[in-house]
């Protein structure tokens, strides 16, 4: 079984930004990918970004709503991700989830909350 705990998030003003952690401890077996959804009121949960094994290498791929703003990195020796937004709008609010998609199975992590207002 594999735990998440997401950091990172907060309140900010439109235009400015916020880097969220997900760092992942426990049973990590073979990682097929890692990734960040956001799930605002009243709205389903979406893909936000992700890194994804793809042959002996990752790829990221991005929602079209973050595409130039946001960045997902990850470092492997501390088994984290990294989420780096910026530019925030006021309906980048939501509460974020970190999601890990490995040889045991999918994990969520708790959500952290952005709120993006002036």
């Known amino acids: 079984q594999v735990q998440l705990v997401e950091s990172g998030g907060g309140l900010v003003q439109p235009g400015g930004s916020l880097r969220l952690s997900c760092a992942a401890s426990g049973t990590i077996s073979s990682i097929y990918g890692m990734g960040w959804y956001r799930q605002a009121p009243g709205k389903e949960r979406e893909l936000v970004a992700g890194?994804?094994?793809?042959?002996?290498?990752?790829?990221?791929n991005y929602a079209d709503f973050v595409k130039g703003r946001f960045t997902i990195s990850r470092d492997n020796a501390r088994n984290t991700i990294y989420l780096q937004m910026n530019s925030l709008k006021t309906e980048d609010t939501a509460v974020y989830y970190c999601?890990?998609?490995?040889?045991?199975?999918?994990?969520w992590g708790q959500g952290t909350q952005v709120t993006v207002s002036s």
């Open positions: 890194i994804i094994r793809g042959g002996s290498d990752f790829v990221t």
């Open positions: 999601k890990f998609v490995g040889l045991g199975g999918d994990s």
